[in-house]
């Protein structure tokens, strides 16, 4: 498990338990929905286009290149987990959300340190890695492709942990990495860089945990902070500094050591004492979803829907009971201006025999009161593009131990 599992749960866990009242303040934007579709369409374009071109960077050939030259080695030591993620971007965009984490387990570093510090150079003629020792690194010279020299550099270096007492974390582990650093050179120019940073409290419990892979042009940056009072994830994935993904979940709430491992055991989501508001965004391109809640306001109104008379009256009010305490809103990320809002309603289907029956819907409605339907997504590379980001949220839940509602 990693170490910033703990925080990332938290953080999740605050998301589908409440969140601030929204800022009634947003300015709508007056361009007409076509033109607004034309702009969604663009932004899914870009993103695509974006992911895309990751399968063909120099950085990913050289790590190929790398990769064949350890399998050819029968080389099966720890170092390979550092390069996983970049390998998978060769299979295009399906698979570019992989940045999102490093494949390393932060606990076992310092046994990877132990076993494999050192300085390894590929020898052509024999292929083999000749090693000199370090104590501080492991740094791997290379050849890429059609190269006849090692013009290549991979290392791992600054390496630090901590050790604590904790029992509840020594059973997974007593060491706590506080950094470590990769880089990838070709020709004396660096292509790949990856670095980690943690800070600890005084129970061993991270107060601060960020991860950032820079490949080339890209940029993927995680970042995890608690206080006693707030606790924050956030993600960027750049392009040049401009906007690929980009989301931020925070939290305010009471997060001491004892109350959040209580209420942690519980497994009593919506009961729990931890959390009393958060926020959460997304934004893809310039295109950012923005969802903010009052659970206690939607608990205390629900009650109401006892004294329904029947099943329409009872789907109406409970789309009431949302649209009051939920807020949805679809923005450009640039300006902030509002594409459009959603609300909660009331749908009726009809199955192949006839049957009609009722079910409760969200639905996304411009200024001039028209909404807006699949056909603002139109490209099924974009579809796909969303796929990718359903799957990411997947590993996410898978990598972390939490699930995300």
């Keep these: 498990m990693k170490i910033k599992s703990f925080l990332f749960a938290l953080a999740l866990l605050s998301v589908i338990s409440g969140c601030k009242d929204d800022d009634d303040g947003d300015k709508m934007s007056n361009l007409s929905p076509e033109t607004h579709k034309e702009n969604m369409e663009q932004s899914g374009l870009n993103v695509v286009d974006q992911l895309e071109n990751m399968s063909n960077l120099d950085a990913v050939t050289a790590m190929l290149d790398f990769n064949d030259l350890l399998e050819s080695t029968e080389y099966t030591g720890g170092v390979s987990g550092v390069i996983k993620p970049v390998l998978a971007l060769s299979e295009g965009q399906s698979v570019a959300f992989n940045l999102k984490n490093s494949t ?12 494999e510090a050192g300085i390894y150079t590929y020898n052509a003629e024999f292929n083999v890695w000749g090693k000199t020792s370090s104590d501080d690194e492991i740094t791997y010279h290379f050849p890429t492709f059609e190269n006849e020299v090692n013009n290549a ?41 990856f670095s980690f940073n943690a800070a600890y409290d005084a129970d061993g419990i991270p107060t601060s945990v960020s991860e950032s892979w820079t490949v080339e042009e890209y940029n993927f940056t995680t970042s995890v902070a608690r206080s006693s009072s707030t606790v924050s994830v956030d993600q960027s994935f750049t392009f040049n500094g401009d906007n690929i993904l980009s989301s931020h979940f925070s939290s305010d709430g009471s997060f001491s050591y004892g109350n959040m491992k209580e209420d942690g055991e519980s497994g009593d989501l919506y009961g729990q004492d931890v959390v009393k508001s958060s926020n959460i965004w997304f934004a893809i391109d310039n295109l950012k979803l923005e969802g903010n809640a ?23 009010k409970e789309a009431e009971i949302l649209n009051k305490n ?35 819907d969200f639905r996304m409605k411009f200024s001039d009161g028209s909404y807006m339907d699949d056909s603002y997504f139109g490209e099924d ?17 898978e990598n972390y131990d939490v699930t995300i509602e």
Excluded: C, H, R
Excluded at 104 to 115: G, K, R, T, Y
Excluded at 335 to 350: C, D, F, L, W
Excluded at 381 to 397: G, T, V
């Design 153 to 193: 550099t991979i290392s791992v270096t600054n390496f630090n942990f901590i050790t604590t007492d904790n029992a509840d974390l020594v059973e997974v582990s007593e060491e706590l990495p506080t950094s470590f650093d990769v880089e990838l050179t070709v020709n004396d120019v660096s292509l790949i860089t």
């Design 326 to 360: 939920m807020s949805l809103k679809l923005k450009y990320n640039d300006s902030n201006e509002v594409i459009a809002t959603g609300e909660a309603y009331v749908k009726t289907e009809t199955d192949y025999y006839g049957t009609e029956s009722l079910s409760l």
């Design 104 to 115: 390393i387990d932060e606990s076992s570093l310092s046994l990877l340190f132990e076993d």
């Design 294 to 316: 009052n659970w206690k306001g939607m608990m205390d109104d629900m009650t109401s829907i006892k004294s329904v008379e029947n099943e329409q009256q009872a789907f109406e």
């Design 381 to 397: 590379d974009f579809i796909d593009l969303i796929k990718s980001f359903e799957d990411m949220i997947e590993d996410a839940e």
